[in-house]
């Protein structure tokens, strides 16, 4: 019996691959999924990004980014599939389901905490959008990537 | 009123001591702020190492991660970041060094 859990694929394209050979990476990769019996949760394609530092000879790539839920062993097939892929300069796999939900907890545990002492002070537990603190404005454009992530 | 201190009796524990830092402050001659973990300020739980902007402030210009000494970062989110820093190097998101 294989456990299901959530990964993270991110794999970078060489900038020499075309419009067709990104689709065609990304049925191979559903595929894969399908075969497995996992399911592919989200795609993200961020498009044609510098890259820091030069990978081969390329100096940009297309990031993709893939959230599958699955055994391990499917991430082990695709991970060797990305491996002997010529078009992927880079890949990387990131098992995040432990991380979201102890960030999950986290945040719950915390709006208890909040909702606990508010309703101590006699206020309404969740604090109105003018009782913010004025720095809050700044940390929260800054959060944006991050908070569908979190909320998952 | 003693109600209302055992409720807030773990933050109110770390404000003591960051007015003791504060108070410290001028001694000594230069200027030293003690500064505190961006993450436990903003409360960020989860460091994603795809988020370039939220790792960038992390690393000076060499390239190399920024000691908790100087960031301020505390034990637990330093860890993180440190991950969350090393994921994103792979992906050639932050370089590895700058020269």
């Given at each position: ?31 894969i ?45 695709i ?42 002070r ?31 | ?24 402050r ?13 993450f ?60």
């Amino acid at each position: 019996m294989t456990q299901t859990r959530q990964y993270e694929l991110v794999y970078i394209v060489s900038p020499d691959a075309s419009e067709q050979t990104i689709a065609e990476l990304h049925t191979q990769v559903e595929q894969i999924v399908h075969r497995f019996n996992g399911t592919l949760d989200k795609t993200e394609n961020w498009g044609r990004r510098k890259l820091a530092y030069e990978i081969g000879k390329a100096r940009e790539g297309t990031y993709v980014v893939e959230t599958i839920s699955g055994a391990g062993e499917l991430m082990k097939e695709i991970d060797r599939r990305l491996r002997v892929t010529d078009a992927v300069i880079r890949h990387l796999i990131v098992r995040v389901d432990d991380d979201l939900r102890v960030a999950d907890r986290r945040r719950s545990e915390r709006k208890a905490t909040q909702a606990r002492r508010r309703t101590a002070r006699g206020l309404p537990p969740e604090p109105l959008p003018s009782e913010r603190r004025g720095d809050r404005d700044v940390m929260d454009s800054d959060d944006m990537s991050l908070e569908p992530e979190v909320q998952r | 009123m003693s109600g209302e201190r055992s409720g807030g009796r773990g933050r109110g524990g770390k404000k003591d001591d960051k007015d003791k830092n504060k108070g410290e402050r001028p001694r000594g001659g230069f200027f030293r702020r003690r500064r505190v973990c961006k993450f436990c300020a903003d409360k960020i739980d989860y460091i994603n190492y795809k988020d370039v902007r939220l790792l960038t402030p992390f690393i000076p210009e060499r390239g190399k991660i920024q000691p908790r000494r100087i960031s301020g970062t505390c034990a637990k989110h330093q860890r993180a970041l440190q991950t969350a820093i090393s994921r994103a190097r792979q992906l050639a998101l932050i370089p590895y060094v700058t020269e």
